[in-house]
C-alpha cells in the first residue's frame, strides 16, 4: 500500500495540529496550589572538604616534583684529567 505525497502531508498535518492542540490545552490548566520551595545552597569553596582536598593535591604534586630531579643516584664520580707536555726548544 503506497501513499500519495498528499495524503502524507495530509496526515503530518492533522498530527501536527493535534499535539500543537494538547500543548495549548495542557497551558490552559488552571492551578490552586501554593507550592513554597526553601533551598539554600553552599558554593564548592565554603567547604572544609575541598579545602582540604585541595591542599592534599597540592601537597602531593610537591612531593613528585620534587622527587624527580633526585632520581639520579645519590653517589657522585670524581674524575682527575692530568695533562702533561713536554717543550722541546
Not at 564548592?44 to 622527587?67: C, H, K, N, Q, T
Request: hydrophobic letters at 40%; aromatic letters at 8%; one cysteine or more.
Amino acid at each position: 500500500m503506497k501513499m500519495s505525497n498528499q495524503t502524507c502531508k495530509a496526515f503530518l498535518t492533522g498530527w501536527i495540529l493535534l499535539l500543537s492542540h494538547q500543548v495549548l490545552l495542557a497551558q490552559n490548566e488552571v492551578s490552586s496550589k501554593v507550592v513554597t520551595t526553601t533551598t539554600t545552597s553552599k558554593t564548592w569553596y565554603a567547604e572544609p572538604w575541598a579545602w582540604a582536598l585541595g591542599a592534599g593535591v597540592i601537597i602531593l604534586l610537591l612531593v613528585i616534583f620534587s622527587r624527580r630531579g633526585s632520581s639520579s643516584p645519590d653517589r657522585v664520580e670524581q674524575v682527575t684529567v692530568t695533562k702533561t707536555s713536554s717543550s722541546d726548544n
